[in-house]
């Protein structure tokens, strides 16, 4: 009997809570906000205490996402591109190198350009661009997350390109396991008047970038951890998900509420000061469909 | 339904701005330093648009301009907590 008269004052306009329910009450929300806060802080606490928790699963394949970007490539009317081997090696060392310096960026902590790969490998470019991805599932939603973006569509779309090499690397990044992908577009010099790398005449990249570095840096000389594959990826605990299904119980349990409360209200013709719960309704109604449609990926 | 009928032109602006603030966040879902702004831009419309509607009623009272705040920052920190991962 305690419990329903609970449950009623949590969830039913009722005069034990001024004829709104307890949760739809200011305090409530901002208590609400405060406790998905406090679950993201022990998310980022389990991250960095115990690695191995958090993780995204993912089934990425080089040759899928090779394959996925001269389909968009024939599509809209350019060449597919060849897969070089050389590329994918040191596409495969800057995955690597973002996992051992921890970082998610197109240029390392210590100023480490993504040219310095394709040169450090040996191969040396007329024309050379990255795009990066990590926290996907699949190789499809990738490869369309960057064809949303239009810098990144730039890239997969650009004529200047002939080859192309993409590494798929697991690893922890920022306390959550994880797949980064790494996909490296280059135009060889061979084949074309010799021009020094140091005066090529364009980089296209993701985003705007610096001139490469115009000295080759030797990274092939540094270790390469070998790259664990997707596979051997262990996932217990994904942030993305565990935040978007507590967000959509939120959201669904608020919803709910707001519904019964219009029908209450209407039916009893309650007289009270408050917002408008078709308001309400309709911005919750915009954060829930905004939350079945956000999916976990970053891209750069 | 009376009310939202005699509500009806202010509620067709409130659903053309939360309209707006869905498709920027999914058309800019590559950018999200972009869908940071979308988010807080579409849950302060919503908030101004509830004050300016229970004015415009004159039934505006503190507790309302904190319920339309606190469902704003639930909201909002719902779509932080998502965008951020």
């Known amino acids: 009997m305690q419990l329903i008269k609970f449950l009623r004052h949590l969830f039913v306009p009722h005069e034990s809570n001024n004829q709104k329910a307890k949760i739809l009450h200011s305090e409530s929300l901002i208590t609400i906000a405060a406790l998905l806060i406090s679950f993201q802080l022990i998310l980022n606490f389990t991250g960095k205490t115990f690695p191995k928790v958090l993780g995204y699963a993912s089934n990425i394949s080089p040759s899928d996402i090779i394959t996925l970007t001269n389909q968009q490539r024939v599509a809209n009317g350019l060449l597919p591109l060849s897969t070089n081997s050389v590329l994918s090696n040191a596409a495969v060392a800057k995955g690597n190198d973002m996992f051992a310096k921890g970082y998610w960026a197109h240029f390392a902590p210590d100023g480490t350009s993504p040219w310095s790969f394709f040169l450090g490998f040996g191969y040396k470019y007329r024309y050379a661009g990255e795009n990066l991805a990590r926290d996907f599932s699949d190789s499809s939603s990738t490869v369309n997350a960057w064809m949303n973006s239009p810098s990144h569509r730039e890239n997969i779309l650009n004529s200047n390109y002939k080859e192309i090499g993409v590494g798929v690397v697991n690893g922890t990044l920022l306390g959550a396991q994880t797949t980064i992908v790494v996909q490296f577009f280059g135009a060889p010099l061979t084949g074309v008047p010799s021009i020094p790398v140091a005066q090529a005449k364009e980089i296209t990249t993701a985003s705007p970038l610096p001139k490469p570095t115009l000295a080759p840096i030797p990274v092939a000389n540094t270790p390469i951890p070998s790259p664990a594959t997707a596979s051997e990826t262990t996932t217990y605990v994904s942030p993305f998900a565990s935040t978007k299904n507590l967000s959509l119980g939120i959201i669904g349990t608020l919803l709910l509420v707001l519904s019964i409360d219009l029908i209450v209200v209407r039916r009893k013709r309650i007289a009270r000061i408050g917002g408008r719960t078709i308001a309400h309704l309709a911005y919750l109604g915009m954060i829930l469909a905004v939350i079945l449609i956000l999916k976990a990926g970053n891209i750069l | ?85």
Not at chain 2, 17 to 44: C, E, H, P, R
Not at chain 2, 62 to 76: K, Q, R, S
């Open chain 2, 1 to 85: 339904m009376k009310t939202f009928a005699r509500h009806l032109p202010h509620y067709m602006l409130l659903f053309g701005i939360l309209l707006a603030g869905f498709a920027g966040l999914v058309i800019f879902s590559y950018d999200k330093n972009f869908q940071f702004g979308v988010a807080v831009a579409t849950s302060v419309a919503y908030v101004f648009w509830g004050i300016i509607h229970h004015l415009y009623h004159k039934d505006l009272h503190f507790e309302t301009v904190l319920e339309y705040i606190a469902v704003a920052v639930l909201g909002l920190t719902i779509l932080f907590t998502l965008i951020l991962h």
